[in-house]
């Protein structure tokens, strides 16, 4: 039985700790703040619940592996899931709104050709045939496998089959971004390139700049579907903790670790604020990549939440919890996204400029609020996400609603009044009467998701991706230091509720079986 040290409670740790526990080993694990779910937290204020991280579950089969690989118990058992149905409502900067249903293909064709013309649906859905192809290309490599030592073959080779672009007297091209998927393959249509771009712009992605291989996003969520849980994401959060305390996983929470400790070329423990050490055969930590090379070089991991920079190169998220008076109305969507009147604008803000042709004067770079030219970190119809649960645990009764709003920023984004006023005014698109229904509003910015996370500037990873030469990729889960793990969402596979938990996986493998481990069969 090996002693092993976690360090961070989050859902990527979580499940690795769960797994390493029932395979005999002894786990601790150190947790700088005071609750775990790392992400995945819970405001709760005068009968009102709301998530403050993600609150929907896509790729289940993740978790349900691991209750089944960690016990009697199956995941359902555990916590209450639902699909959503419709699996969401887009409201296009034009007023056309579709509903799209959820985990059907066939369905989603048929919605788009509804609300926007015939033949929208089957430009959707050869596009979607040949993003599976994109998906059964990388699916192993990139979620259920180490990442490879010979990488560069997932960075060089394009595994989306682009359809040749053919042009007038000039060669064929074929799309190597997602912007370009949509202007060469869905006809330029400006609603469904709302509609792709929408999928990667969520997951922290420039549609601008992400390669093709990113059109296994909207494939999966409409493929497997989006699942709600009783209690919101926070309830699959306590489920996993509950699981790892059920396989004798041991928590100290306001643990801070300062250190990893090393001996004879291998990571051999941790050493906490207080000066005292842990000592351990295996350390796996579940952290942004600063604040793990602060630990190798015998720094504080200890961040103030201001203590944030004002851009990471990554963006974050703008978060509104809103408690209303008046119940929710039986025909509500659980999900709209109300896309923006201005694509150019909204992703400069977010990303920054692309880069001007050789030779050309750069553009100023605006990064949210803070940015050098100024600007606010929102546009004036950002892309908008408008939650609203069916859940009875979420309000004080069924005569109230409780409203999440959010919106993708600049990391390290300094948000105004004037930013959440211009959320609020957009929001009542989505939400009639909402100005007289408000009770009270609360905000989370990306100086609270720092403090929450570690990250910097309240950065969200994104997900892996192949080509574009590894810039996609994230680190391996195994690191140089022997000993040594990285889990979670800013290592291989990379950010979002599902790789996070195939993150777990993949550390409990290689710690239980050694290199040679090369994911499950």
């Not at 590894?470 to 793990?485: D, E, I, K, Q, V």
Request: proline share 8%; charged share 20%.
């Amino acid at each position: 039985m090996a002693r092993i040290v976690v360090i961070g409670a989050g859902m990527g740790a979580m499940a690795a700790a769960a797994r390493l526990a029932v395979a005999g080993h002894r786990v601790v694990v150190h947790e700088r703040a005071g609750t775990y779910g790392g992400a995945l937290g819970r405001v709760r204020q005068g009968g009102f619940g709301f998530d403050t991280g993600p609150s929907l579950l896509h790729l289940p089969a993740v978790y349900r592996d691991l209750f089944v690989k960690t016990g009697k118990q199956p995941l359902e058992d555990c916590v209450e899931l639902s699909q959503v149905e419709p699996a969401v409502r887009h409201v296009f900067a034009d007023g056309t709104t579709t509903d799209l249903p959820n985990a059907s293909r066939a369905g989603v064709g048929e919605a788009l050709d509804a609300a926007l013309s015939a033949g929208a649906g089957a430009r959707w859905a050869a596009f979607m045939n040949r993003a599976r192809e994109a998906w059964d290309r990388t699916r192993r490599p990139l979620l259920e496998e180490p990442l490879w030592p010979n990488w560069q073959v997932l960075a060089e080779r394009e595994p989306y089959p682009a359809v040749p672009h053919k042009r007038l007297l000039r060669r064929e091209r074929r799309a190597a971004t997602l912007a370009q998927v949509a202007e060469f393959e869905l006809a330029g249509e400006p609603r469904l390139t709302a509609l792709l771009e929408h999928f990667a712009l969520a997951r922290g992605l420039d549609p601008r700049t992400a390669p093709a291989s990113a059109a296994v996003l909207p494939y999966m969520e409409q493929t497997f579907g989006a699942w709600s849980a009783r209690g919101g994401m926070r309830a699959l959060a306590t489920a996993v903790y509950e699981r790892c305390l059920a396989r004798r996983v041991e928590f100290v929470f306001d643990s801070a670790v300062v250190r990893i400790v090393e001996k004879d070329g291998r990571a051999a423990g941790v050493e906490l604020a207080d000066g005292s050490v842990v000592d351990a055969d295996s350390v796996v930590a579940g952290v942004p990549p600063r604040a793990l090379a602060t630990l190798l070089s015998g720094g504080t991991a200890v961040r103030s939440p201001d203590d944030v920079p004002a851009r990471s190169g990554l963006p974050s998220r703008l978060t509104v919890l809103l408690a209303l008076r008046g119940g929710r109305p039986a025909d509500t969507p659980h999900r709209t996204v109300l896309h923006t009147a201005d694509r150019a604008d909204e992703l400069d803000r977010v990303f920054g400029a692309p880069a001007p042709p050789e030779g050309a004067p750069a553009p100023p770079r605006g990064a949210g609020g803070s940015g050098a030219d100024g600007r606010s970190a929102l546009p004036d119809s950002p892309t908008l996400t408008v939650l609203r649960p069916d859940d009875p645990t979420a309000v004080p009764d069924t005569g109230h609603e409780a409203v999440t709003l959010t919106t993708t920023v600049a990391a390290g984004a300094e948000i105004t009044d004037g930013d959440v006023r211009r959320l609020l005014d957009r929001a009542g698109t989505a939400v009639p009467d909402l100005a007289d229904r408000l009770l009270w509003h609360e905000v989370r910015t990306p100086a609270d998701l720092a403090g929450a996370t570690g990250a910097e500037g309240g950065a969200v990873p994104p997900p892996a991706l192949a080509a574009d030469s590894g810039r996609r990729l994230h680190p391996a889960n195994s690191t140089a230091l022997p000993g040594l793990y990285a889990v979670g969402g800013w290592s291989h596979p990379g950010g979002g509720l599902p790789h996070a938990g195939m993150s777990g996986a993949l550390v409990a493998g290689l710690i239980v079986e050694g290199p040679e481990f090369r994911g499950s069969q």
